[in-house]
């Protein structure tokens, strides 16, 4: 019953949760980490055992991927990073054709949240309320620029002054000029959501971020607040949804009925071992699920609120390293 993270990088903590999980039900079985060079991840350097993939544009990924799966006799798979989620999702049934299962979203799911635009009117038809997007030749100021099909605050910018505007944001397709939320009167949250094989939601841990480096979250705070209630009645059940869903939401300071939804990762996120500190087990919830094939109950009063998260930059040795 071993299972797999995939592309594991620096996700000690969400490797760390699997093995502690893993060993209550399964104490022979193994977590395997992968990535395209393993020797060089922290995750794959504290995994039980790791394998190097090949990367992602290369013809004969899956091939080899599947190959190795078998090898190690791999039974489940957690993705974590946007650009693989598609092709797993596209060969989860060869997959499972092998005995592998993958906590993966659907292929239709995936492409909305992949696609800012498309998530955005999916939360229209959720009747969340959303950013307003502003034609390039139309617009207001401060504004809010950011790709469509963008991650970890890659090519964004705040606009405050139509002198700060260039060629490059008019020309460039994939940016989206959007209504500015001032992060004095709004605060951001992301939120761990757990969904179950019937794609229901299970449970919401509202995270407030304090402090972000390149796109990843290293002080944030829990908070059980209005946004557990509001997700569980317009989000309770999502077509395709599974497993491990980030969505980010604006909440406004002074006025709980103005919130914004923003967007919407369905993979781990970079923050969620707050979330799985806190009582949200979703690492046992997957084993329960996919591995011991149980129905999970509602885990909306599950965790701790009020609990901060302060990280900071650790080491990981690896001795006799010959490259």
């Known amino acids: 019953m071993n299972i797999l993270i995939t592309s594991a990088g620096r996700r000690v903590s969400l490797v760390r ?17 992968s990535d395209s060079t393993p020797k060089l991840s922290a995750a794959c350097q504290i995994a039980d055992h790791y394998f190097e993939v090949p990367r ?12 190795l799966c078998q090898q190690h006799n791999i039974k489940l798979i957690i993705p974590t990073i946007d650009t693989e989620l598609l092709q797993l999702a596209q060969n989860k049934v060869r ?21 800012k635009r498309s998530i955005h009117s999916f939360f229209e ?14 617009y207001s100021l401060p504004m809010f620029i950011k790709p469509y099909d963008g991650s970890r605050s890659v090519d964004t910018y705040v606009i405050n002054k139509k002198s700060e505007l260039t060629d490059y944001h008019f020309e460039n397709e994939k940016l989206m000029f959007l209504e500015y939320l001032d992060h004095n009167e709004f605060t951001e949250f992301t939120c761990d959501l757990y969904y179950d094989k019937n794609n229901k939601l299970k449970c919401a841990v509202p995270r407030k971020r304090l402090e972000v480096r390149d796109g990843e979250v290293y002080k944030a705070l829990t908070q059980n607040n209005i946004l557990v209630k509001y997700i569980r009645q317009h989000l309770l059940h999502i077509d395709g949804a599974v497993g491990c869903i980030t969505a980010q939401f604006f909440l406004h300071n002074n006025d709980e009925s103005k919130i ?27 084993i329960e699920e996919y591995l011991l094939e149980n129905n999970i109950e509602d ?17 990981i040795l690896v001795h006799g390293y010959k490259g």
């Not at 885990?299 to 080491?315: A, T």
């Open 125 to 138: 038809t959720k009747g969340l309320r959303v950013a307003k997007e502003y034609g390039k030749d139309n």
């Open 17 to 33: 949760s699997f093995q502690k999980e893993l060993k209550k039900f399964f104490p022979e079985s193994k977590v395997f980490a």
């Open 56 to 67: 992602l544009n290369e013809d004969l990924y899956f091939e080899e991927f599947i190959s």
């Open 299 to 315: 885990k909306f009063n599950s965790w701790e609120s009020d609990l901060l998260m302060i990280r900071y930059d650790d080491e």
């Open 260 to 286: 914004y939804a923003i967007e919407i990762n369905p993979r781990f996120g970079g923050g969620f071992p707050l979330s799985y500190l806190a009582g949200a087990n979703f690492p046992k919830w997957i």
């Open 95 to 115: 997959l499972e054709e092998k005995g592998v299962s993958v906590v993966i979203s659907s292929i239709d799911f995936i492409t909305k949240c992949r696609d």
